[in-house]
Nanobody, 115 residues
Framework: QVQLVESGGGLVQAGGSLRLSCTASGSIFSINIMEWYRQAPGKQRELVAFITTGGSTNYADSVKGRFTISRDNAKNTVYLQMNVLKPEDTAVYYC?????????WGQGTQVTVSS
C-alpha cells in the first residue's frame, strides 16, 4: 500500500502562485504515474495533470500554460507549480499514485484563490 501526503495549499490572490507537493511512501513500484486532481464545491473531481516515471506529462486544457507538474523520483515526490491562479482554480487538490491497476489517494489540500 502507498501513502500520500500533500502540502502547499493555501489562500492566494488572483494572479498569484502556489506550489503543491505530494510525497509517497510505502510499497512504491518503480513504474508509476503520479496525478493531481481537484474538486471544487458542487463539482466532480477532475484530472488536472499527470506525470509518468519517465517524465511524460499531460494537462487539462484549463491549466495548460499556467500549471507545471514535475517529480523527483529519488524523493518519491511530485510537485504542481501553479501560476497565474484564477478564482476558478479554487478547489481541494488531491494527489494520486497509480501503478499496475492499483492506486492511492492523498487526503487533499485546499487551494483558495480570491478575486
Amino acid at each position: 500500500q502507498v501513502q500520500l501526503v500533500e502540502s502547499g495549499g493555501g489562500l492566494v490572490q488572483a494572479g498569484g502562485s502556489l506550489r503543491l507537493s505530494c510525497t509517497a511512501s510505502g510499497s512504491i513500484f518503480s513504474i508509476n504515474i503520479m496525478e493531481w486532481y481537484r474538486q471544487a464545491p458542487g463539482k466532480q473531481r477532475e484530472l488536472v495533470a499527470f506525470i509518468t516515471t519517465g517524465g511524460s506529462t499531460n494537462y487539462a486544457d484549463s491549466v495548460k500554460g499556467r500549471f507545471t507538474i514535475s517529480r523527483d523520483n529519488a524523493k518519491n515526490t511530485v510537485y504542481l507549480q501553479m501560476n497565474v491562479l484564477k478564482p476558478e482554480d479554487t478547489a481541494v487538490y488531491y494527489c494520486r499514485y497509480s501503478s499496475g491497476g492499483t492506486g492511492s489517494w492523498g487526503q487533499g489540500t485546499q487551494v483558495t484563490v480570491s478575486s
